[in-house]
């Protein structure tokens, strides 16, 4: 509960869900047609062709009514057979959830990680992919599920590291990453670094509400597909792919939400995706600029992973972070995200994506300062001037304007 009647807008500062432009809202809000009629065929058509240029790819991409975790089930049951060993990495509590979710779908997951907390504040480590792909002579690992951007810490990994592990190790296991996070505001190249299955969300950089998630595949994902005996129905791919060559879905899709796709993918492909990224950087910059100056740990202990979408902000010995991010949604009406799992009340999580700019990550970290102070945390310094002095000296289109 606020403090007071809330005026102005809310600041929607979680990595995700983030802010919908007005843009999106509006062609959101165009009266739902008919799914089967020629009018939808040609909307499907058109975005199942541009939805390709975000991820860098030339396959198909899947798109389901559904959640980015529904998307991860997908990548899993459509590739895996019962009792198929997978190796995946412990990143934070996504990768986490992610192999649970494995272990429910009578797979057999190996979860490598560093010791203790500390693999939650690095990335993938890809030579420990390596050395163990190497062990597996048999080659009875079927796949490497990796979290590109992990959302509940700020850390983006390398997925060509990865890449490059698997094939230093001679290794035919399927690369299938999770960028639920970290589309259209990380770097990602689903062709280049050779991704088997990418899982993504719509809720994040691509600035829609929460609905609609993606597999994009690869020609050996599909040719594993027909082998894979998970039972599958609804999340099949043979399906799908047959009815979207005409721009249509087996069954009914989220008609409005793609009318929010289509006006999304065409202002990121005005903008240019590369500017998109650039954009993220530099955001990201001024807000660790911030938690820097007020002499803050920052959840990333690897400068090289530094998340572009979000920065995991750690709290002093003694003080919990969900008490701070009570005090600042109740007295400034910011919400932020909040510490999960392991980091339960150790951090909390800024999100700087999607549909920002200077000023609204200013008045965040704002509302982060005067938060922390009235909570008792000890600040060093302002780490609102500190970003307002980055983003002033840093701007983005220099010399352009
Ligand atoms: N993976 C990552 C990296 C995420 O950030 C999320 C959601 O935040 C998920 C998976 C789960 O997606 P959803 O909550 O849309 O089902």
Redesign the pocket.
Known sequence: KLDFHPSGRHFLQIP?PSPVPDRILRAMSLPTIDHRGPEFGALGLELLSKVKKVFKTESPVIIYPA???GA?EAALINTLSPGDRVLMFETGH?AT?WHKMALRLDLQPEFLGLPGYDGWRHGVQADMIEARLKEDTGHELKAVCV?H???STGVTSDIAAVRKAIDAAGHPALLIV?T??GLASADYRHDEWGVDVTVS?S?KGLMLP?GI?FNALSSKAIETSKQAKLPKSFWAWDEILEANQNGYWPYTPSTNLLYGLNEALDMLLDEGIDHVLARHQRWAAGVRAAVEAWGLEIQCLDPSVYSPVLTGVVMPEGIDADDVRKIIYERFDLSLGTGLGKAKGKMFRIGHLGDCNDLTLIATLGGCEAGMKLAGVNLKGSGVIAAMDYFATNPLDAGKR
């Open positions: 995700g959640s980015g975790t991860w996504f959830l979290v951007n992990e959302t999770d639920i996070s969300g809720q929460p998630s």
